[in-house]
């Protein structure tokens, strides 16, 4: 985020000793004005949306995150480490859901293997 931090004076502070809710504030409308105008916008300009959004969209709450997601993946320009953050938290999320236990799945009706 150097580049992005050079043109907006306090962002990269703001980014990391921001509060919370303002850094999420502030997640929120940044990318609402990347998606747009994600349409007109040159590879350089989605980088640097990309450099800005990947440190403050940790920010935001589960849902907004999936939204966003949803949202950009509609599009054919959309930030790349920005859609590889978002992806890598969904797998995170669902690799920590509980698994059921192989032990009692044995013990319910129909739960075993199948006669042929």
Request: net charge neutral.
């Given at each position: 985020?150097?580049?992005?931090?050079?043109?907006?004076?306090?962002?990269?502070?703001?980014?990391?000793h921001?509060?919370?809710?303002?850094?999420?504030?502030?997640?929120?409308?940044?990318?609402?004005l990347?998606?747009?105008?994600?349409?007109?916008?040159r590879?350089?300009?989605?980088?640097?949306?990309?450099?800005?959004?990947?440190?403050?969209?940790?920010?935001?709450?589960?849902?907004?995150?999936?939204?966003?997601?949803?949202?950009?993946?509609?599009?054919?320009?959309?930030?790349?480490?920005?859609?590889?953050?978002?992806?890598?938290?969904?797998?995170?999320?669902?690799?920590?859901?509980?698994?059921?236990d192989?032990?009692?799945?044995?013990?319910?009706?129909?739960?075993?293997?199948?006669?042929?």
């Open positions: 985020m150097t580049f992005a931090a050079s043109l907006i004076p306090g962002l990269d502070e703001f980014v990391k921001g509060d919370p809710k303002r850094r999420a504030e502030a997640a929120r409308r940044i990318a609402e990347f998606l747009l105008g994600a349409a007109n916008f590879p350089d300009h989605v980088d640097l949306f990309d450099g800005v959004l990947i440190d403050l969209v940790p920010h935001t709450e589960l849902a907004a995150r999936a939204d966003l997601a949803e949202r950009l993946s509609l599009l054919a320009n959309a930030p790349g480490a920005l859609i590889g953050q978002l992806a890598q938290g969904d797998r995170l999320r669902m690799g920590h859901r509980a698994r059921p192989p032990a009692s799945a044995r013990s319910q009706p129909g739960a075993g293997p199948r006669a042929h």
